[in-house]
């Protein structure tokens, strides 16, 4: 080979740009495909949970109608109707919230109400509280400014939290759930420019060495899905991470051995809602 063509096949940097570009492209396109999938468990998770509810709101409105065709008199009947019209509102907030996600498939970003996220979510989680008698505790503000958020992954981020919180509590304990507006601490105005969520157990805490690993993914403290076929995998709070980070929050861990762990997330106020304030 003459050094004319030898110097005709080395490669350029254009072509070596040009392959940065395209492995640049197919790791993006990899992370798109593995939001998808994301999206797709946690909408499958989500059906799941529903199933269990709809089961215990079903079971409610059988027992109570038969109550009210056993008893002809009308106190037993108007309470039999009361808890199965109670039964049938907690189902179509079920539906709502399983509805809501499977229309938004885009996982596009609009104003978003975190505290509606933090309701809405505890009603697909009171079974399974209430199951391992776990407290819920809600200290919510009054007229919170929107966020410009996934409401899907929100929501996503909120059931991995609760989950992993009900996972450290075992048997009883209390989860404490916070949504605030704070301050950024270089911010110019004394307008909240945040609005801060948090996630607080009272479980076994996390201890000191193992703290600044927890987001890493695949690394977990758990031997595996626990009775519920939850957690394990060592994805859930690297998800969780990514979710944060994608809506440029940021976020803090809190944790002593025996006393429990606390997670708290800020995210930026919606810009429209800003330039009002």
């Known amino acids: 080979m003459n050094s004319n063509s030898a110097a005709a096949s080395a490669p350029t940097p254009e072509d070596a740009r040009e392959a940065n570009m395209t492995a640049d492209a197919q790791i993006q396109a990899m992370k798109e495909?593995?939001?998808?999938?994301?999206?797709?468990?946690?909408?499958?998770?989500?059906?799941?949970t529903a199933t269990h509810e709809f089961n215990n709101v079903l079971m409610t409105v059988i027992n109570y109608a038969k109550l009210g065709l056993r008893n002809q008199d009308t106190a037993s009947r108007d309470k039999a109707l009361t808890k199965i019209l109670e039964a049938s509102e907690r189902a179509a907030k079920i539906t709502n919230t399983i509805l809501a996600q499977a229309r938004n498939?885009?996982?596009?970003?609009?104003?978003?109400?975190?505290?509606?996220?933090?309701?809405?979510?505890?009603?697909?989680?009171?079974?399974?509280?209430?199951?391992?008698?776990?407290?819920?505790?809600?200290?919510?503000?009054?007229?919170?400014?929107?966020?410009?958020?996934?409401?899907?992954?929100?929501?996503?981020?909120?059931?991995?939290?609760?989950?992993?919180?009900?996972?450290?509590?075992?048997?009883?304990?209390?989860?404490?759930?916070?949504?605030?507006?704070?301050?950024?601490?270089?911010?110019?105005?004394?307008?909240?420019?945040?609005?801060?969520?948090?996630?607080?157990?009272?479980?076994?805490?996390?201890?000191?060495?193992?703290?600044?690993?927890?987001?890493?993914?695949?690394f977990s403290t758990k031997a595996g899905p626990d009775e519920s076929g939850k957690g394990g995998t060592g994805l859930g709070l690297a998800a969780c991470k990514d979710i944060i980070d994608e809506h440029g929050g940021r976020v803090r861990v809190e944790s002593s051995v025996g006393r429990g762990t606390a997670f708290v997330i800020s995210f930026p106020i919606a810009a429209a809602k800003q330039a009002a304030a």
């Open 33 to 48: 495909q593995i939001r998808h999938l994301q999206s797709l468990a946690s909408l499958g998770e989500l059906t799941g």
């Open 105 to 218: 498939r885009t996982d596009a970003k609009e104003p978003t109400d975190v505290a509606a996220l933090v309701r809405d979510t505890l009603v697909l989680m009171q079974r399974e509280m209430q199951k391992y008698r776990i407290s819920v505790e809600l200290d919510i503000a009054d007229e919170l400014p929107m966020i410009s958020a996934s409401g899907n992954q929100i929501q996503r981020l909120l059931l991995n939290l609760m989950t992993n919180a009900r996972q450290a509590m075992g048997e009883g304990g209390t989860l404490l759930i916070r949504v605030i507006t704070s301050r950024a601490a270089d911010a110019t105005s004394s307008q909240p420019t945040h609005v801060e969520l948090t996630v607080r157990d009272s479980g076994s805490g996390i201890p000191e060495d193992v703290l600044p690993r927890i987001f890493d993914p695949y």
